[in-house]
């Protein structure tokens, strides 16, 4: 087994990398274009506690190395199951994904958590653990757990910067729609 682990800090408050955490995977994201598809399959609020829980199943479209490929069935199309709970008492976003394509020869499980540092930073925790179950000789296993751990770290790499992306067009968004609402109030008003 393997462990990838990574830890980012977004110049943006938990409020709004928990929004747009859900906008991900955009078209405003350039660097997330392998991500096919992304459909919600449940979604629901625990009404004791208030957190949001979403079922997700991420298709993905990444070219693997020839070897590697082979390996695993030439195939360039993966599933990954992703739950996710969002916890707006104690401000925290867990995610948990596990991959479904290989799920035979090899088990992906990654964890990210989001929580604030201050009102305006916010801390990314990525934790992933890769395990080569194929049989048979242990240099080809840790070739594959290494192969796919130096993916992990070059999509991490993307994925923050895409993630910025995201978040600094959503402050846009939030703040055009902000000042459009004290627009309209302000028009109101002076209708009165």
């Not at 305006?120 to 048979?136: H, I, N, Y």
């Amino acid at each position: 087994m393997k462990v990838f682990s990574n830890e980012e800090t977004f110049d943006y408050s938990w409020e709004e990398v928990s929004t747009a955490n859900w906008r991900k995977y955009c078209p405003w994201n350039e660097k997330s274009t392998h991500v096919i598809a992304v459909d919600t399959l449940s979604r629901n609020v625990d009404a004791e506690t208030g957190i949001l829980r979403t079922e997700r199943l991420i298709t993905c479209k990444q070219s693997a190395p020839k070897w590697l490929s082979s390996l695993m069935g030439g195939t360039e199309v993966s599933h990954v199951f992703e739950t996710s709970y969002v916890d707006p008492e104690s401000k925290k976003v867990t995610m948990v994904s596990q991959n479904l394509t290989w799920a035979n020869i090899l088990s992906v499980q990654e964890s990210v958590v989001y929580q604030p540092l201050s009102a305006t930073k916010t801390q990314f925790v990525q934790d992933a653990k890769v395990t080569a179950l194929c049989g048979g000789w242990q240099k080809v296993k840790n070739a594959v757990e290494e192969a796919t751990v130096c993916r992990f770290s070059e999509n991490a790499r993307k994925g923050k910067e895409g993630f910025e992306s995201v978040l600094e067009m959503s402050r846009r968004a939030f703040s055009e729609e902000k000042l459009k609402q004290n627009d309209q109030e302000k028009m109101a008003k002076m209708a009165i």
